[in-house]
């Protein structure tokens, strides 16, 4: 057998794409190598931004974590806080973009960056406040929008979409939440760091007991869960916590069943079960003894 019989064979090494210039405008060049456009990847994208003259983005959303290393020049963030805070990027060091945080990239010079984006960008996780409402979509905007559409169409939706959705469902252990209300404090979920710094949770009732045999299926058969029925509205509008509707994601360590293909509910933070109004009502979910398989929920499904 020859020394390089297995290139590209049984490993599974294989080339799955190609470099694409996403962006060329107006001194700013964005070549995507890994990403929805120049790989059809969703779980990661890397690019090499190149910015030829002084220039500055808009205000950002990111719905995404983002790592950012400047290889030439330097960046300065500005952190949409009341008390506005800049973050300079030198040459050779990587700043940490946590998703859910707005900041606006100015360049005071060229300079060069690479992106890594987990989950890969696309133009529906990053909100750019350019468009909002009345507002013209930039060049840059609207080619971003074209090469999605014609890449991939499981993108999470722009925003307005689900918009009208207002009770959200969360499965839980009821220890967990009694315990947090005991507290006078904020419930988390165990796998909140890990799962990205949100709550899982869904919009629709009847998809509650297939979801938790499939996540909490080792749960000892013993251990007492219920589901919170929760307020976005409230959640959004009196404590700041967002909802966003975006592919389902692991729990912990258990993936998600590859044959879904729904749009669900991240909330981005905590659940404050201690304000009145967050959680509507508490339902209880009934267990096989013998195994611990999910049933049913009580008044619910």
Not at 68 to 74: A, F, K, N, P, W
Not at 86 to 102: D, K, M, N, Y
Not at 155 to 175: D, E, F, K, T
């Amino acid at each position: 057998m020859s020394a390089n019989s297995d290139v590209g064979g049984s490993r599974g090494i294989r080339i799955v794409g190609r470099s694409i210039k996403v962006v060329e405008h107006d001194g700013l060049t964005v070549l995507e190598t890994i990403g929805n456009v120049a790989t059809q990847t969703d779980g990661v994208s890397l690019a090499l931004v190149t910015i030829t003259k002084p220039t500055s983005e808009p205000w950002l959303t990111l719905h995404y974590d983002e790592y950012m290393h400047v290889t030439e020049g330097y960046e300065v963030d500005d952190a949409g806080t009341e008390n506005t805070v800049t973050t300079p990027v030198r040459e050779g060091q990587t700043a940490f973009i946590p998703r859910g945080s707005r900041f606006r990239p100015v360049f005071p010079a060229p300079a060069k960056y690479i992106p890594l984006c987990v989950p890969a960008f696309s133009p529906g996780r990053c909100v750019r406040e350019e468009e909002e409402e009345g507002a013209e979509v930039s060049d840059v905007s609207a080619r971003l929008n074209e090469l999605h559409r014609k890449t991939t169409s499981s993108s999470p939706p722009p925003r307005g979409v689900c918009a009208n959705v207002r009770l959200l469902y969360h499965m839980c252990r009821a220890s967990s939440y009694e315990g947090a209300v005991s507290a006078n404090a904020a419930y988390f979920p165990p796998t909140f760091v890990q799962d990205g710094r949100f709550t899982h949770a869904t919009a629709v009732p009847s998809t509650l007991i297939s979801t938790a045999n499939h996540f909490y299926a080792d749960a000892p058969p013993d251990d007492d869960w219920i589901c919170l029925e929760l307020d976005r509205e409230v959640l959004e509008k009196r404590m700041g916590i967002v909802t966003i509707f975006e592919r389902a994601a692991p729990v912990g360590d258990i993936d998600t069943d590859k044959s879904w293909d729904v749009l669900v509910p991240h909330i981005y933070g905590g659940i404050p079960v201690h304000v009145d109004g967050v959680v509507t009502k508490v339902y209880k979910m009934n267990r096989s003894q013998e195994d611990g398989t999910f049933l049913g929920i009580d008044g619910l499904v």
